[in-house]
Nanobody, 126 residues
């Protein structure tokens, strides 16, 4: 039993910033890769970023590279997604996910994750 709960979503103007948090419980947080995805209406779930177990390594999709930053605080069992220079096309439901025990870095596909949060809505106005 693993539970992931996202928070921090909301409405923001284009060019603004937002920080998402994902609190994990039920397992040893530091033992798994964590990732962020998003899904807009009518579109497939899109990979955004992932962070290694220690937090020392990160990987980003080209669409958010340079604007978004993933990080984790294992002492708090929390992973973050700092989003800057937001654009209207960033509007979507954002999900955090816990990776499977065995995978291939970078964990850039949904099937590489075992558990998902309920999602948090991010809306960017023009």
């Amino acid at each position: 039993q693993v539970q992931l709960v996202e928070s921090g979503g909301g409405l923001v103007q284009a060019g603004g910033s937002l920080r998402l948090s994902c609190a994990a419980s039920g397992r040893t947080f530091s033992s798994v890769v964590m990732g962020w995805f998003r899904q807009a209406p009518g579109k497939e779930r899109e990979f955004l970023a992932c962070v290694s177990r220690s937090g020392d390594n990160t990987y980003y999709a080209d669409s958010v590279k340079g604007r978004f930053t993933i990080s984790r605080d294992n002492a708090k069992n929390t992973v973050y997604l700092q989003m800057n220079s937001l654009k209207p096309e960033d509007t979507a439901v954002y999900y955090c996910a816990a990776g499977r025990s065995y995978g291939t870095w970078p964990y850039s596909h949904p099937y590489e994750y075992a558990y998902w949060g309920q999602g948090t809505q991010v809306t960017v106005s023009s």
